[in-house]
């Protein structure tokens, strides 16, 4: 523990350093001139991609398999041996190595340096190693993903800041040059890919913590991977739009994830209607009403609800308005199938479907609210605030498509009780 409380000091000590020397380089070039020159950007990349030696491998042999590896990138990072201390593997050291490299590249200041920082393709190497975070156990991935996020958006600022510096953040000889189909939504199929072969790492990593276990508890840091992923898709220049196009995997992990998180929103908000005995209606203009005795706590859990539906319907927004129509094509596709089709419309189906048998017990007109009615009134709410706050026109038109027509996939092999969900979704 002392051994790793002083190599953490350490490395703070140094980051600080290489801070002090690049905003005086103009007066003073040794000190970033040293870093430099014994390459220590590239030893605290291996630092963090390092991985422990099993005391039961012979090193010779290890050592004689390296050289017979031909020098390329691709098997540069497959194989990565290091005489590094035990020490060096905890996530405390790696947390703070990845926070003595985010020092520098936040505070650089002059372009020459910058440049420095991002090349060599050693910042890609670094990402690549941190995927995917499963292979870190919860105690570590607490250490090191909050960190992490932190390098991610320091990274895009300055690549929004420089476009010209787009060229560090890929490698073209990893790129994927053959056509690639996109998956079916509903088709679940074993994953055989692997994220740390990404053609484009930044945009990787991002998704990888936007979709992780810990964003789910951590919201700050899955609004920060978000924010991440909006502002690279934004950024106006044609070759990143094909990058980003060529990420299908990233896509499919993106999109799965979104609309995972909008059908999970969606019972909540169901679920809390129905714990706390809520009256729950949908006025003209498709905002939520709850009725004055309803009590407090209900109203704070049910308006809790409704906050983050439309944070993340927002953030659906601003994506689609990035402008990259291939990722836009197949994210309309994702939300029709995994959230529209099912559940949304199959709810107000079904209970446009019951209504006429249930209306006409005349005991049912005095109840408080059914269970059915208050998940029909809930998908409807819900489909009209996807409807009005996703201001796509290609999206709005299939929506339209998707509710009206009679040859939809949601209108197929409806009666005439059922036809009533046309209405309620009208209204």
């Not at 220590?40 to 005391?55: C, E, N, S, T």
């Not at 796509?392 to 059922?418: D, N, Q, W």
Request: charged share 15%.
């Amino acid at each position: 523990m002392e051994c790793q409380t002083r190599l953490i000091t350490t490395l703070q000590s140094i980051g600080e350093i290489v801070v002090y020397g690049e905003q005086n380089i103009t007066t003073d070039t040794d000190i970033f001139d040293y870093f430099k020159e014994k390459r220590l950007i590239a030893l605290l990349v291996d630092i963090v991609r390092a991985k422990p030696i099993l005391y039961t491998t012979n090193f010779s042999t290890i050592w004689e398999e390296g050289n017979n590896h031909e020098n390329s990138q691709d098997d540069e990072e497959d194989f990565m041996v290091t005489n590094l201390m035990p020490v060096a593997y905890t996530a405390p050291v790696k947390a703070q190595v990845l926070q003595t490299i985010s020092l520098p590249i936040s505070n650089a200041k002059d372009p020459t340096s910058l440049y420095y920082l991002l090349s060599n393709n050693h910042i890609n190497l670094l990402l690549c190693s941190l995927l995917p975070l499963k292979q870190f156990t919860t105690a570590s991935q607490e250490e090191i993903i909050p960190v992490f996020v932190g390098l991610l958006k320091n990274l895009t600022i300055h690549l929004a800041q420089s476009p010209s510096t787009l060229s560090q953040f890929f490698s073209l000889p990893k790129r994927n040059t053959k056509k690639m189909t996109f998956p079916n939504p509903r088709q679940h199929t074993k994953k055989t890919h692997t994220m740390n072969k990404s053609s484009f790492p930044l945009l990787s990593a991002a998704v990888e913590v936007a979709t992780s276990a810990y964003a789910r508890s951590d919201s700050f840091v899955r609004l920060t991977a978000l924010n991440i992923i909006n502002n690279i898709c934004g950024l106006l220049d044609e070759f990143l739009h094909g990058l980003i196009d060529e990420c299908v995997v990233e896509q499919q992990l993106l999109f799965t994830n979104l609309c995972q998180c909008l059908v999970e929103q969606y019972q909540n908000l169901v679920t809390a209607v129905l714990t706390t005995n809520s009256t729950f209606t949908m006025s003209s203009t498709a905002t939520l009403s709850i009725k004055e005795n309803t009590n407090a706590t209900a109203t704070a859990a049910i308006t809790s609800e409704v906050l983050n539906v439309l944070d993340q319907l927002l953030f659906l927004n601003n994506l689609f308005q990035c402008g990259v129509r291939s990722l836009n094509v197949r994210l309309c596709e994702w939300i029709l199938r995994c959230v529209i089709f099912d559940p949304l419309m199959v709810k107000i189906a079904s209970y446009g479907a019951t209504s006429t048998s249930t209306e006409s017990s005349p005991t049912a007109k005095n109840k408080h609210c059914t269970e059915k009615r208050v998940i029909a009134q809930v998908a409807a709410y819900f489909l009209s605030q996807i409807i009005l706050i996703i201001d796509y026109k290609p999206f709005s038109r299939m929506c339209a498509v998707a509710i009206l027509h009679p040859l939809s996939p949601a209108a197929a092999g409806k009666t005439t009780e059922t036809s009533k969900h046309y209405a309620l979704i009208r209204h």
